[in-house]
């Protein structure tokens, strides 16, 4: 496949609304994965490692990112549903600016369930292997990553509540 294709394919799906999204694909088998530290928003340091025991849904955004806007109501929506001692909707974000930009558009959109979190662009975006915005990473209860998804979806939709309520259910 050559890069122009790959590309437009990637721009299309970018375009594609997010409510048309499929329900986020999984791995044949989890995958290990790298926890670069990231901050919440008392200033506490943490990793992937703090979540052990818990489905997370770790989601890689900024404030900056148009697709990544369009869906935190969706994960907002989705840690009100399910969010708990079994799953926690992680949104990470890479604001270069800090954690007031994330406040300021918490305040702005109306987020009242999500936690706020922060990482350093560049490490995440490496540790995560993430090449766009936003990026979402489905990580099961022993810090494996079960699947991922870049661009935004419907994350409060029936049927990835369905996926999520399953994994959870597996222990």
Request: proline share 8%.
């Amino acid at each position: 496949m050559r890069r122009r294709d790959l590309l437009a394919g990637a721009l299309a799906f970018a375009a594609t609304p997010a409510a048309a999204r499929p329900v986020m694909p999984l791995h044949e088998s989890p995958r290990e994965m790298l926890s670069p530290p990231f901050v919440d928003g008392d200033g506490r340091d943490l990793t992937l490692a703090d979540f052990h025991g818990r489905v997370v849904l770790l989601n890689i955004w900024a404030t900056w990112c148009a697709p990544c806007r369009e869906e935190m109501p969706n994960l907002d929506a989705l840690q009100a549903r399910l969010g708990g001692d079994d799953f926690h909707v992680l949104p990470l974000s890479i604001d270069r600016a800090g954690l007031g930009p994330v406040r300021r558009f918490y305040d702005e959109i109306g987020i009242r369930h999500l936690e706020m979190y922060l990482a350093e662009d560049i490490r995440a975006m490496l540790a995560f292997a993430v090449i766009g915005l936003p990026t979402t990473i489905l990580i099961d209860r022993q810090g494996l990553e079960l699947g991922r998804l870049s661009g935004p979806a419907d994350w409060d939709s029936p049927g990835n509540i369905t996926l999520f309520e399953t994994i959870i259910a597996k222990g």
